[in-house]
């Protein structure tokens, strides 16, 4: 019965081929990469960025802290012809075929729900992702076929952010993280391909409104997440340590005018993982032992409304060789009706038979008033 584990491992080194190749010695240096997918098609379109922006109910994977600066709409009351206030109430729902050059049945779904209260002065939200890695052959040491199971991973979140100042907010996230490699009626050594584990998000949002310099006032925003800080997850009497990673951006709102605004954002994305074949650090060693991968993500992003109602996006993602030397554009749109956002994106890839070449992302906002 290892051959079956070790196909259903095989898919997360599949998987893992979207993100740092340097961190997935064995089975993994970094387990549950699917937590490192960004969920929502508008930040996609942008080149994968949004940690400064974090503006809609998807900052819960972004950066929590812009949570805290989503409290009210502003709603046109006909009665009275003026606008009113109404506590902000979003859903977000995301699904994706993932790497279909394989032809593997992966897919990715998220969903997310939140709500200001008062009360509480900052909104709560909940969120769940699914990642399906596929259908797998159980065999027995003689080859003799056993049967047919899945293989998922899936996480609960719950995220909280406020705003300390008129011009900075802050945020958490606590999640819990289950991965299914195998069934745990399929054991090797006693033991089954599943594991858990639970981890934190911490976020800021600074968005200076008093600052005059240049013209830059209430344009700037500067973000940072440290996402995914916990314990080690065992599958197999093997520890692997969870995606630890610093996030810092940047956005600039370059033009707004009554029918258009054009926003550029920058991101930088640090894996805190160490491995070798020695083995992975803990934390909290590895916060600071993790500086020692060479290079970082760096991704660029615009994106284009016009009155609100028509998104164009642009956006470019890269890496070093030495963390798997991934590259590609990004293209992206989006159009709001009413209460709905509904966004798309698509990746074209510099390298041919790319796993993420022709990757299409679809994702929908619900303003729920």
Do not use: C
Not at 91 to 108: E, H, I, K, M, R
Not at 147 to 160: A, D, Q, W
Not at 309 to 323: H, K, S
């Amino acid at each position: 019965m290892k051959s079956s584990i070790k196909m259903a491992l095989m898919a997360v080194i599949i998987m893992s081929t979207t993100l740092p190749m340097e961190l997935y010695s064995q089975a993994g240096g970094s387990a549950v990469p699917f937590l490192l997918i960004s969920p929502d098609a508008r930040s996609s379109g942008r080149g994968e960025t949004g940690t400064a922006i974090a503006d809609d109910i998807n900052a819960i994977y972004w950066n929590p802290a812009g949570l805290g600066f989503l409290d009210y709409f502003e709603n046109y009351d006909a009665d009275f012809g003026d606008d009113e206030l109404i506590p902000f109430r979003q859903v977000a729902l995301a699904f994706s075929p993932w790497l279909p050059q394989f032809n593997a049945d992966l897919f990715y779904s998220y969903g997310t729900i939140g709500q200001y209260f008062e009360s509480l002065d900052g909104t709560v939200a909940f969120n769940f992702i699914f990642m399906n890695l596929g259908e797998f052959t159980r065999t027995a040491f003689d080859g003799t076929t056993l049967g047919k199971f899945i293989s998922n991973e899936f996480s609960f979140g719950f995220s909280y952010g406020t705003i300390v100042a008129p011009d900075l907010g802050v945020g958490f996230q606590l999640r819990y993280i289950h991965s299914n490699l195998t069934p745990t009626s399929v054991q090797t050594g006693g033991e089954a391909g599943t594991g858990t584990s639970a981890s934190f998000d911490l976020g800021i949002l600074w968005k200076p409104q008093d600052i005059e310099f240049l013209g830059i006032q209430d344009k700037l925003s500067l973000g940072l997440n440290l996402k995914n800080v916990g314990p080690k997850i065992t599958y197999i009497k093997e520890s692997d340590p969870i995606p630890t990673t610093l996030r810092l951006g940047t956005a600039f709102k370059a033009y707004s005018d009554e029918f258009n605004e054009l926003t550029f954002a920058f991101d930088m994305a640090k894996m805190l993982v160490k491995r070798d074949s020695l083995g992975s650090d803990a934390l909290p060693k590895s916060l600071i032992s993790g500086w020692e991968n060479p290079g970082a993500e760096w991704a660029f992003g615009a994106e284009y409304w016009y009155q609100k109602v028509v998104a164009f996006r642009l956006g470019y993602f890269l890496e070093p060789a030495a963390q798997g030397n991934r590259q590609y554009w990004n293209f992206g749109a989006g159009v709001k009706y009413d209460i709905f956002k509904l966004d798309f994106s698509f990746i074209n890839t510099i390298e041919e038979n790319h796993p993420l070449a022709n990757t299409m992302r679809f994702s929908m906002l619900v303003d729920w008033r």
